[in-house]
Structure formats: C-alpha cells, structure tokens
C-alpha cells in the first residue's frame, strides 16, 4: 500500500482526510509537505497495520491527538494522553490575553490551575520567559505528563500537586489563570467527548461548580491589581462575569474564541491606578 492509497482507503473509512494525512505523518515520521509530494511512497508492513489500527480508533472517535501521542498549542509541541484533556485552539485565546497583561511586568507570579498537559503554563512561560510560571494539577497522571513537557521543552515551571489552590495556601500572584471543568453533567456535547477524562470536563448539574470555587478562593491569592482569567462555555460569560463582580472584582471584561463565542472572562481585583 502507498500514501495515495492509503488516504483512498482513509476516506473509504470515513475519515477525515488531514487527520488521515497527519496520521502518516506520524507513522511515516515526515511533514505534510514532503506527504503530498510522494504519494508513491510504498508504506511498510507495519505502517499499514498501524494505519489500520490508527484509522479504526479514529473511526471509534478517539481524538488523533490520543492515537498520534501529541498536538501542537500555541507554536508548542506537546505531548498528550487520556490522562489529559486535548488542547484546543480556542483556549489560545487566554494565553494571548495573559501575555498581553505581563507585557508591562514581565517578571510577575503566574499561576495556572488545573494545567492539564501543561499547555497554558508552557506557552506562557515560552512568550514571557521572566514571568515566573507555576501550575497546579490533581490528576498524578496529567502532571506526570505536563512534567515531561515541560523537559522536552526546556521551560522552567514550579509544579505542585493538588486541588486548586490548595498547595499554595498563603501565596499571593500577579495574575491567575484556570481553564477548568466546565461542562453541565448530563450536556449532550459530552457524547463526542468520551475519550477524554470526565474529570477535567464536567462540574456539577450547570458546570460552574469549579468556576466558583476558583472565583471565591482567588482574592486570597492575588495582589492588588492582579487578575484572574477563566475560560468557560460559550453560554457562561454573563454567569461568571455576576460571579466575578459579586466577589470584588473590577473591570470585567471578556474575550471571544476563534468562533466568535465568548470564551474567556477576567476580572482585575482591586485595580489600582496603575494597573498592569
């Protein structure tokens, strides 16, 4: 079997063909570009079955990023698993944001709740070196896997282990940021997500369970002027904007993701003249 013949039976599957693309790519260990120049290239008895096995997990639903082992995030390549959500485009949009508020303090305290793969803390850390970036994970297995990103990537992140704030009690950060569990239990959105950890998707009957427990715990844990940014649903902004405004916080803003759908609400607690 050949490349051409391979993406023929990909699609004979029903599979999408830059997802077929991309999974050769990774069988093959090449790029796109050199892919779509030699479709003639006859694949090994091996790569076809795990073609084969590849496209059949696809077809099942498995996310690629699961079969391939990995997915690039804000010009990072990280590597992922079933211990961790997949990083998605449209949570891009809350490391742009930070980066932009650290562009007038670039040695701030960062902190990131919930890191997954690592993904939000590692790409800050790249555009913001002197920020000094910590995160915090409760799955061992996700921060065993945002660990080995963060070596393979040589980005110095101070990790700690546990449930929000809860491992830095008594600390306080210049700027907060958490894409945590957000989804209402029983959403039917959950359907075509049932690869990925239930844990790090769903937050109790209207998916704000973890939003307000950040929310009410945040004060405590930021100066003055900081801000926290939270990404949440689509249908959540005005939730969480009221949560955020309840609780102290000033200057209320949010952010749409790539579709246009409000992705990200921050608030700045008590904003002081100067605010960064």
Excluded at 63 to 78: M, S, T
Excluded at 114 to 119: D, F, I, L, Q, R
């Amino acid at each position: 079997m050949n490349v051409n013949e391979a993406l023929h039976l990909a699609r004979r599957r029903g599979v999408d063909r830059l997802d077929a693309q991309l999974l050769l790519c990774h069988l093959l260990t090449v790029d796109r570009a050199w892919l779509i120049g030699h479709d003639d290239h006859m694949l090994t008895g091996a790569q076809a079955l795990l073609l084969e096995d590849g496209l059949r997990r696809r077809v099942d639903g498995e996310p690629l990023a699961y079969i391939v082992g990995r997915k690039e995030f804000h010009g990072l390549d990280l590597r992922v698993t079933p211990d961790t959500l997949v990083p998605r485009p449209d949570t891009e949009v809350i490391v742009d944001w930070a980066i932009e508020l650290l562009g007038g303090r670039p040695a701030a305290r960062v902190i990131d709740l919930g890191t997954g793969s690592g993904a939000i803390a590692l790409a800050v850390k790249k555009s913001v070196p002197d920020a000094r970036v910590e995160a915090v994970e409760r799955s061992a297995g996700a921060l065993a896997v945002a660990q080995d990103n963060a070596r393979r990537l040589g980005l110095d992140i101070g990790w700690h282990a546990g449930d929000w704030f809860a491992p830095v009690v008594g600390e306080r950060f210049d700027l907060v940021l958490s894409n945590p569990p957000y989804i209402a239990e029983g959403d039917s959105h959950l359907s075509a997500l049932t690869h990925e950890p239930n844990s790090a998707l769903t937050a109790g009957p209207d998916g704000l369970y973890d939003l307000r427990a950040i929310i009410a715990a945040a004060p405590d844990h930021l100066v003055p002027g900081a801000w926290l940014l939270l990404e949440h649903g689509y249908d959540q902004a005005e939730a969480v904007a009221t949560l955020l405004r309840e609780r102290g916080f000033a200057n209320v803003r949010l952010r749409l993701d790539l579709g246009g759908q409000p992705r990200v609400t921050g608030g700045c607690w008590r904003e002081p003249v100067a605010a960064m």
